[in-house]
């Protein structure tokens, strides 16, 4: 397969380059040794990753003392070798 630059540094990916990969409009475009590396991202509304945090906790049934209770757990840890 082959695309082409345009003088507005674009490029078009071919429809069969993109079979295989999640339907997404976003791209993490990074370079490794001259190779152009594309990583579909999935963008989110703000806030929902959040939402889904709070869901999963409140499935878990953790209650606001248990994040006390860890908080304190870990605060007692610092300094400590394992």
């Not at 380059?17 to 997404?24: G, N, R, S, V």
């Amino acid at each position: 397969m082959l695309a082409k630059k345009t003088s507005k540094n674009q490029v078009t990916l071919p429809k069969k380059a993109l079979a295989d990969i999640p339907e997404t409009d976003y791209f993490d475009v990074t370079t490794k040794g001259g190779v152009l590396i594309l990583r579909p991202v999935t963008v989110s509304e703000p806030g929902s990753r959040l939402t889904t945090i709070r869901q999963k906790i409140k499935d878990l049934g953790i209650e606001p003392k248990d994040i006390d209770r860890a908080i304190a757990w870990a605060r007692g840890r610092r300094g400590r070798r394992r």
